[in-house]
């Protein structure tokens, strides 16, 4: 399929009524539109990641009109693309044009983040600005020269309760004494999108000291202050809060590789052996509270919700002291404290959310002597068992607290899916190993086991379309959620030296005057796919599971469910501590070479289905 | 004048700190030559480790650390020591054990580190590195030195024995003048 044909096979999805003739992009000011999924450049084309193969001048994907369709509880975006070809200032602005009932339009200008790695412009942090948005071109903060294009991401958001009709808008161009304008109809189906996931994406991170470096107009403000701080919680709930608004979550790990606490992630001990216990909830309250009685999240058009996940501050060195490892102290020291948190949260009310008892400890960091995270050599597996053990104890059999024990599974996965039965109940799989096992997540959900898997963020210099895949890949195998394993660390300069975004999936709003995180174009398409799977998902209350997988599957990169495992290699047989890692790589790669290169309309194809199911279906409501 | 004044007077308290600081980790170095078991020490990273410790792959880049064990029993009986000993200090303190590497004299290697997280040497993560000029001189002549090159960090270095009166390893008692509670936290 050429470049042209996917092209118009994409505006055909997302309804991009009228492609602009190259003819006619070059001399005036120019108001087009780009699928969610073609990022548009500084320079008025699409970023070369975006095409299906490298033709230069062909500006495919660019519209004057827009014709949207969208499900209710959900959002429809697209970009916006001012062309000018001379400098000067310029006015954006969007509205509907008449009655837009509960619809609400969201604008973001895009920073043209320039990547080391291929010398190129990509777009991916979104700067919320208001219509009309008035600034000129080259974009004075982004400092491009020759900038001939602005890029600008919209979002319409769509309630649950919004009346299903034809709803017009326009978004206006205004320079030189001239205006173009493009015209946008969004077409509000019946269909509601469900509250619920059935892929929960997590975006992981690690103790809070980046936040300082992140944010340095609030601590350098505060300075010895700022970790106590109502601004520093106040940030923290914001990164939860962005995530949660796209349909994802947050993580926090509170310690070190050698058990070192921050004091933001536990609550504060006084006392060794029987005299162990809590002195002080103050900060642990200030962090948590607000998140696990969903008041964090007022305001959101989510509404309030707890968050569904946590870390404990738990490992080796605390709640007990690593000297005492193995004596009875130690299981003193353990459930005398973690008895007196069971109690504190029962006591809260705070019964939503699940508390996470995991390990993140490596032994090649020399902290502790065994592997937390992906256990490579079995023998460390006892180490878990003991710590079920005392877990147990340290709990009420009743308790209506939602205590778990996770563990990061890889190489040793397998036999720990065995061995640790009834033990462990969240496992946070390994994408490469999972593949071969197949059987595996409807085994462990069958048991009432969390089950997902982690990767990490496709860079900006990957097609746009790539990040679908991990929502899409998790729902094929059944898994329940999926862990982006560092999502907030953009490097030290994202703005004009940016790596690429492989750790990151927001950036600080810091440099914009916003004391809380900006969303990125990366998030916005995953959060647009996993909306639009959990409607997908919802269909199979009228048709089976298989029949939605497969069509999806098809659609998406023409395989079928099949094509999404791996077999089981033959060094799966041998000690796991002598596989290699490079054979590791070969076991996975039959699948994974199906995902290598998304075509930019892999995702919109699925989209359309879904569409056309929601549509089928509500007519056989009916 | 009045401005180096002013400077010198906001330096002594700092000085002072330190040497008290620095005199509390001598101590605790001093003990910790004592009561750590260099023969111990000596069974805490397995051949196979030291082994992969140097193998490079440029298609397996985790080679080495992924390769990394350690005799647990060995590892808790040294901490535990180590965590002993750190309480001596009347502030927070890591007493870290490192250790040279056989046939590469060059390389030094932490092997086991503690709760605060703290050291002078050790670049985050690595499994092995250049040698410390002072753990150097630790190693050959037995004697204990203190490092005060890190601004606000006082590391106190003292060898550790084997039963062949061999010195196979060292001690660094740590702390700094101002604790960071959220480095490391991750």
Known sequence: ?622 | MKALLSIAVLLVPVAAAERDTARELNEVARVATVMVDGDVCQRIVTPRALDYMFKKDPRDPWVDGDNYEVNDKAFITVKKTLIRVSRLAPFPCDVNLWMPIAGHPEKVRVVIRNVNEMSQFWPWGKLYQDMIPQMKQVLETGRRITVTEKPGWVSVLAPVHNSLGDTVALVEAVSQTQLDPHENVK
């Open chain 1, 1 to 622: 399929m050429s470049l042209s044909t996917k092209a118009r096979a994409l505006a055909f999805a997302l309804g991009l009524a009228a492609a602009v003739p190259l003819a006619a992009q070059s001399s005036a000011i120019q108001l087009l539109a780009t699928p969610e999924y073609l990022r548009p450049d500084p320079f008025g084309d699409v970023v070369a990641a975006d095409k299906v193969a490298p033709n230069k001048g062909d500006a495919g994907g660019f519209a004057g009109s827009l014709r949207l369709e969208g499900a209710r509880g959900g959002y429809v975006s697209f970009h916006l693309v001012a062309k000018m070809p001379q400098p000067g200032p310029y006015t954006l602005s969007l509205g509907f044009d008449r009655d837009h009932g509960k619809v609400q339009a969201d604008l973001f200008r895009e920073w043209f983040h320039f990547t080391e790695s291929d010398k190129k412009y990509h777009p991916d942090a979104l700067i919320p600005v208001a219509s009309p948005y008035r600034s000129r071109m080259p974009e004075p903060d982004n400092r491009i020269a020759g900038q001939t294009a602005q890029a600008f991401w919209v979002d319409l958001w769509i309630p649950p309760d919004t009346e299903p009709a034809t709803y017009t808008a326009r978004a206006v161009l205004e320079a030189s004494g001239s205006s173009s304008a493009l015209p946008i109809e969004l077409k509000v189906l019946p269909a509601v999108i469900p509250n619920d996931d059935v892929m929960l994406m997590d975006h992981n991170s690690y103790g809070t000291s980046w936040l300082a470096d992140d944010y340095p107009a609030i601590s350098r403000k505060l300075g010895d202050r700022f970790f106590q701080s109502d601004e520093f919680f106040r940030l923290i709930h914001a990164y939860h809060r962005i995530f949660y608004e796209h349909r994802g979550l947050f993580h926090q790990l509170g310690y070190g590789h050698a058990g070192k606490v921050g004091p933001e992630f536990a609550p504060a001990l006084e006392g060794s052996g029987r005299s162990r216990h809590i002195a002080n909830w103050m900060l642990y309250d200030r962090h948590y509270g607000p998140l696990f009685d969903g008041s964090a999240f007022a305001g959101t058009r989510r509404g309030p919700q707890p968050i569904p996940f946590v870390y404990l501050p738990i490992n080796p060195e605390w709640p007990a002291s690593f000297l005492n490892w193995g004596e009875p102290g130690y299981e003193t020291e353990f459930v005398n404290v973690v008895s007196e948190m069971e109690r504190h949260f029962r006591e809260k009310g705070w019964t939503s959310t699940h508390f996470e008892l995991f390990f993140n400890h490596k032994k090649r960091y020399m902290g502790f002597p065994w592997d937390g995270d992906e256990v490579r050599f079995p023998a460390d597996n006892r180490y878990f068992l003991e710590y079920g053990r005392l877990l147990k104890k340290a709990l009420p059999p009743s308790t209506p607290v939602k205590f778990v024990f996770r563990a990061d599974v890889s190489w040793d996965m397998e036999q720990q899916f065995k061995d640790l039965a009834g033990v462990v109940n969240m496992w946070i799989a390994s994408r490469d190993i999972l593949s071969w096992l197949p059987h595996a997540p409807a085994r462990q959900r069958a048991r009432g086991d969390v089950i997902w898997y982690y990767s990490g963020p496709p860079v900006v210099t990957q097609p746009a379309s790539t990040i679908t895949q991990f929502p899409l890949e998790g729902w094929m195998w059944g898994v329940g959620g999926f862990v982006h394993w560092l999502a907030v660390g953009a490097g030290s300069d994202p703005w004009f030296h940016f790596d690429g975004g492989g750790t990151a999936l927001v950036y600080s709003g810091d440099r914009f005057g916003i004391a809380g995180p900006i969303p990125s174009v990366r998030l916005k398409i995953q959060r647009n796919a996993v909306q639009e799977l959990a409607l997908l998902a919802s269909f199979t209350k009228r048709r089976p599971l298989d029949e939605l997988k497969t069509e999806a599957a098809r659609l998406y990169n023409n395989t079928t469910p099949a094509d999404w495992w791996n077999p089981r290699p033959a060094f799966a047989d041998q000690a796991t501590f002598e596989w290699s890692g490079t054979a590791l790589d070969e076991a996975s790669k039959p699948a994974m070479s199906h995902l290598e290169h998304i075509d930019p309309a892999a995702w919109a194809r699925v989209r359309q289905y879904v569409m056309r199911l929601a549509l089928r279906s509500n007519r056989e409501v009916q």
